[in-house]
């Protein structure tokens, strides 16, 4: 299981986070050493969650209207982050730039999502920086956010993970794909061994 720690806005010392940074790393390693994992642990989403089901208005990093149904006959690869992620969430963008790597090594395509955690704190110019500081280019690449409503929504339908641990929010490292036909094909996570070999 993996976890990450979204900023507060809290400030606190440096040895007061650093105590807290071992200890969630702790937890992190006993809870990995015992190979559980929230993508194996819930029952599998695969087959039964098509596109078109999820919520659809959002907005990209640009600030245009967006929907997750824009590319009728393509595959989507869709995860959740926060933009101010330190530890988890480039460690997910890592995988999917290893995901778009492969893709381009076969000449093939799809479209990849990252949906925002928190729309109330991060918004379209949250997102073009995450693009700059992030070196990614790529048009096949959107970052958006929606309603809090919106973003509950789709976590749920597609079970992604987050809780309270002290005054953090804590998530897991998930990505799901869904195929040409619109229907969710594979769940990836931390206990996925190579994702792009999922492609």
Same mark, same amino acid.
């Given at each position: !299981?993996?976890? =990450?720690?979204?900023?507060?806005?809290?400030? !606190?010392?440096? +040895? /007061?986070?650093?105590?807290?940074?071992?200890?969630? /790393?702790?937890?992190?390693?006993?809870?990995?050493? +015992?190979?559980? @994992?929230?993508?194996?642990?819930?029952?599998?989403?695969?087959?039964?969650?098509?596109? =078109?089901?999820?919520? *659809?208005? %959002?907005?990209? =990093? +640009?600030?245009?209207?967006?929907?997750?149904?824009?590319?009728?006959?393509?595959?989507?690869? !869709?995860?959740? #982050?926060?933009?101010?992620?330190?530890?988890?969430?480039?460690? /997910?963008?890592?995988?999917?730039?290893?995901?778009?790597?492969?893709?381009?090594?076969?000449?093939?395509?799809? *479209?990849?999502?990252?949906?925002?955690?928190?729309?109330?704190?991060?918004?379209?110019?949250?997102?073009?920086?995450?693009?700059?500081? &992030?070196?990614?280019?790529? @048009?096949? %690449? &959107?970052?958006?956010?929606? #309603?809090?409503?919106? /973003?509950?929504?789709?976590? #749920?339908?597609?079970?992604?993970?987050? %809780?309270?641990? $002290?005054? &953090?929010? !804590? &998530? $897991? #490292?998930?990505?799901?794909?869904?195929?040409?036909?619109?229907?969710?094909?594979?769940?990836?996570? +931390?206990?996925? =061994?190579? %994702?792009?070999?999922?492609?």
């Amino acid at each position: !299981m993996t976890f =990450e720690l979204a900023d507060s806005g809290k400030a !606190m010392t440096m +040895s /007061t986070f650093k105590s807290r940074q071992l200890a969630l /790393t702790a937890l992190v390693l006993l809870l990995g050493s +015992s190979g559980i @994992s929230l993508a194996s642990a819930t029952e599998s989403l695969v087959g039964g969650v098509r596109l =078109e089901v999820l919520p *659809q208005a %959002w907005q990209d =990093e +640009s600030g245009h209207a967006f929907a997750l149904t824009n590319w009728p006959g393509q595959r989507v690869v !869709m995860t959740m #982050s926060y933009a101010n992620c330190h530890l988890i969430c480039p460690m /997910t963008i890592n995988g999917l730039k290893q995901m778009q790597a492969a893709l381009d090594a076969k000449h093939e395509t799809a *479209q990849f999502v990252i949906v925002g955690y928190d729309p109330e704190n991060e918004d379209a110019a949250a997102w073009r920086n995450y693009r700059k500081t &992030h070196h990614i280019t790529r @048009s096949n %690449w &959107h970052f958006v956010t929606g #309603s809090v409503a919106d /973003t509950v929504r789709f976590a #749920s339908q597609l079970k992604f993970e987050r %809780w309270k641990y $002290d005054e &953090h929010v !804590m &998530h $897991d #490292s998930k990505v799901v794909l869904f195929g040409a036909n619109g229907v969710l094909s594979r769940e990836l996570g +931390s206990d996925t =061994e190579t %994702w792009a070999a999922a492609l």
